[in-house]
Every structure is written in C-alpha cells, then in structure tokens.
C-alpha cells in the first residue's frame, strides 16, 4: 500500500530553520499538504498544494517539492511553533482516497 | 463562522456498534465533499472516509471498509459515521472535516474538535 514517510522527530533552537521531509511515490503527480496539530487541539493547515500559505499563517512556513519529496521549511522558528505537523496527499491507487504521514514532532529549544 | 460539532462518541464494548455525527454551520454544506479522520491515543492522524457533496460517492480506508458507513443529510447540515463491529484499534478521536477547497487565492479548510469514541470491555 501507499505511504507517506516522515521523521519521526526534528529539533532546533529558536531562530533556527527547521526542515520536516516527507516522501511519497507519487509526490511528482499529487499535491502534498501540511499541517500543523498542537497538543490537544485540531489540525491546522499550514501548506496547500505543495507551496501555498493560507492567510493567517506566518511567513516564516514554506512548503516545496521536488520529485518524490515534499517539504516543509519554518524558517527562524519560534517556540509557539513547536508541534506535530502532518503531510497528506492523494492515494496512488485510488485517487479517491487521501492518506497522511505518520508525524513528525517538531522540538524548538 | 465555520463551525463543525461532533457527537456520538463514547465507550462501546467490542463488536458493538456507534454513529457519530457532525453538524455543519455557517457554509454551504451541500457544496462541500466531508471528510473522517481519526487520532489513536498518542498516535498520528488517520484518514478514515470521505463523501462526495451529494452523498453519491463514498471511500474509505482499507482498515475499515465494510465495517464503517458515511452517509450525510444535506437538508440537516449533517455528516455521519456509522460504525459496526468496532474493535479496540478503533479507539481514537474523530474528527470530521471539509475537503480543502480553494476559492480564489484562499483555501477552505475546516475541522471539528473531535469525539472520543473508546472500545473496551
């Protein structure tokens, strides 16, 4: 079956840029997305359609994606960004059907 | 504003059954495909089902197809999930959420605050 792949866990300091991977077969062919879930709370959308921020969402997050990786870049990250963050894509065998990587915990200190 | 309230969750024993529910407001609830997604204590998101605008197409994830059911009334702004046989792995919050439209330059992209639906005897 279809997965997406991310780290388990990225640390930095304050200022700092973080880089979270996520990697997937079909990232060439399928938008990946990005979200953000503080603990306790529910997810929130960061990154849409490979490299677009919502409004609302700091400067400081960029999403890319380049052959089979996708991206997520904070760029000086802050302390309030610390987090689980989520990438989610289409399935490849069945368009219908969306998937999300398994997480990866965001440590800024 | 968006607001998207689930219910229904609770403690079920094993092979029971449970429906959840989530009542939309402030949109359009008809114009939108809706979306279950799941989180195991501790554990990531889990896509769950999703359903077309008008009810007419359904998908699911392979660790519950056959077993869970969404269906939704328009004319109650209301989605649902009916779930069977439940198991222990099952154990999760649930969320509900609108598939990531974009209008314009603006992407619409909502969740509920989920519901706690445990399988234990």
């Known amino acids: 079956s279809y997965e997406l792949t991310q780290p388990p866990s990225v640390s930095v300091s304050p200022g700092q840029t973080a880089r979270i991977t996520c990697s997937g077969d079909?990232?060439?062919?399928?938008?990946a997305y990005w979200y953000q879930q503080k603990s306790g709370q529910a997810p929130v959308l960061v990154i849409y359609?490979?490299?677009k921020r919502p409004s609302g969402i700091p400067e400081r997050f960029s999403g890319s994606s380049s052959g089979t990786m996708a991206t997520l870049t904070i760029s000086g990250a802050q302390v309030e960004d610390e987090a689980d963050y989520y990438c989610?894509?289409?399935?490849?065998?069945?368009?219908?059907?969306?998937?999300f990587g398994g997480g990866t915990k965001l440590t800024v200190l | 504003q968006v607001q998207l309230v689930e219910s229904g969750g609770g403690v079920v024993q094993p092979g029971r059954s449970l429906r959840l529910s989530c009542a939309a407001s402030?949109?359009?609830?008809?114009?939108?495909?809706m979306h279950w997604v799941r989180q195991a204590p501790g554990k990531g998101l889990e896509w769950v089902a999703v359903?077309?605008?008008?009810?007419?197409?359904?998908y699911y994830a392979d660790s519950v197809k056959g077993r869970f059911t969404i269906s939704r009334d328009n004319s109650k702004n209301t989605l649902y999930l009916q779930m069977n046989r439940l198991r222990p792995e099952d154990t999760a919050v649930y969320y509900c959420?609108?598939?990531?439209?974009?209008?314009?330059?603006?992407?619409?992209?909502?969740w509920g605050q989920g519901t706690l639906v445990t399988v234990s005897s």
């Open positions: 959420a609108t598939e990531v439209v974009v209008v314009g330059a603006t992407p619409f992209d909502y």
């Open positions: 402030g949109f359009t609830f008809s114009d939108y495909g």
């Open positions: 359903i077309s605008f008008d009810g007419s197409n359904k």
């Open positions: 079909a990232l060439p062919k399928k938008y």
């Open positions: 359609e490979d490299n």
């Open positions: 989610y894509s289409t399935d490849t065998i069945d368009n219908h059907r969306r998937l």
